[in-house]
């Protein structure tokens, strides 16, 4: 039997999509069917092959050298699709991308505008841009490619009918916001939480008066935004910089690792009991979400405490590979910590350490969800507001010169 072509997976990855309910719009899909994926993947398909370049997953093709973390990617083609149906992205769009990566993206950018659009696409990395330049002349895609830094947009470039952030962030420059025309949108991966990064969501917004409006959101998870050194900006904040770690150096072996806004509230001896609470015994419980994604319940918890009783921990495993998935909630009065994290069977479990005092704000606020309609990711309703005026929100945050604010929809019963 004959091997597939490329035209032949791209067709089949097309279906797939469609089946599953990721593409629905025509020029979207056409886009996909055009645009050979491989060319921008050359490096993975000559060690995995042909298909898989045209699995539905995201594919890593750059890390750290020092930490090993991902640095870039090309992003899962479901989620592609779907954002890049969010954008409603017309022909004849001058177009913004934040973060170039491989190109795949800016590539089935430059199809759905056609000869009469513009697609400019800004990249942090030299290499990659290059890289990336280089497999979007062999795609015959045209698109100018820059290297600076993309929260500064491409002013040179502007106005853009629509803007596009490929990587996550936990602010909405206001370089995007001055560099879209009127009523302009703008497709951004959001970090909800600045304690856990991997709760976010992808929002559609419209471009108002003073900020940005919900157009359309959907859960989803990317690598962080890389930006270049600003010389102007504040020294990081104590609340976010305060991290300890027990670690087994025999083995190279992480036992605990604490890191996030509650510790800067705790004095040397308070922190010091509390990574001592966590490597005890504890009280475990499975968390029931109704049928509902754990990120949902995370998500919730994250924002409606204070975040300045909030951690983040790790526990055992290699430096390399430990996955920071466990949401930590301190109570500073009787030194006690709470644990919610991802279960092995895919739900959720809430492991407390000590006093009662987190524990039980933790079930409060889980309550609060289940009252609330088990509200998820895609129940969100997310404005950002530029200047000294706090919005209304269930869920309001400062992010630089802007707020953020969050209200949940009325979820649907489930």
Request: aromatic letters at 4%; hydrophobic letters at 45%.
């Amino acid at each position: 039997m004959a091997e597939p072509t490329s035209a032949d997976l791209r067709r089949d990855l097309v279906g797939h999509l469609r089946e599953a309910g990721y593409l629905r719009d025509e020029g979207v899909a056409e886009a996909f069917a055009t645009v050979p994926r491989e060319i921008f993947l050359a490096h993975h398909v000559e060690r995995h092959g042909l298909a898989d370049a045209y699995r539905d997953d995201a594919i890593v093709t750059r890390r750290d050298p020092v930490t090993g973390a991902p640095t870039s990617s090309s992003s899962q083609p479901a989620i592609m699709a779907q954002m890049l149906e969010m954008l409603g992205v017309r022909r004849g769009d001058r177009v913004l991308e934040v973060g170039t990566g491989t190109g795949y993206n800016a590539a089935l950018l430059a199809a759905l505008v056609g000869d009469e659009g513009r697609v400019t696409s800004v990249e942090l990395d030299a290499d990659t841009a290059v890289a990336a330049r280089r497999a979007l002349v062999t795609a015959g895609a045209p698109v100018r490619v820059e290297v600076g830094d993309g929260a500064a947009g491409a002013p040179e470039a502007a106005p853009f009918d629509v803007a596009m952030a490929t990587a996550s962030t936990d602010r909405v420059p206001r370089p995007w916001f001055d560099q879209l025309r009127p009523g302009g949108r703008l497709v951004v991966p959001l970090r909800l939480s600045r304690v856990v990064p991997g709760l976010q969501a992808v929002v559609a917004f419209r471009k108002a008066r003073n900020g940005f409006d919900q157009v359309a959101v959907i859960g989803g998870g990317f690598i962080p935004l890389r930006e270049a050194p600003r010389v102007d900006a504040p020294p990081a904040s104590p609340a976010r910089s305060v991290a300890l770690e027990v670690a087994d150096a025999r083995r190279d072996r992480l036992l605990v690792e604490v890191a996030g806004p509650a510790l800067a509230g705790l004095d040397r001896r308070a922190r010091q009991r509390l990574v001592v609470t966590s490597l005890g015994f504890g009280r475990s419980r499975a968390v029931p979400v109704g049928g509902a994604p754990g990120v949902a319940l995370l998500a919730y918890v994250a924002l409606a405490l204070p975040e300045e009783r909030l951690v983040e921990v790790s526990r055992a495993g290699s430096r390399s590979t430990t996955a920071r998935e466990a949401l930590g909630v301190v109570d500073a009065v009787d030194g006690s910590l709470a644990l919610l994290a991802r279960a092995p069977d895919g739900g959720l479990r809430l492991d407390a350490y000590g006093g009662p005092g987190a524990e039980r704000a933790v079930l409060a606020a889980i309550e609060r969800w289940r009252l609330a309609g088990r509200p998820r990711i895609a129940d969100a309703s997310i404005t950002v507001r530029y200047g000294p005026v706090r919005p209304h929100g269930w869920y309001s945050a400062r992010r630089g010169d802007h707020w953020i604010a969050l209200d949940w929809q009325r979820a649907p019963d489930r």
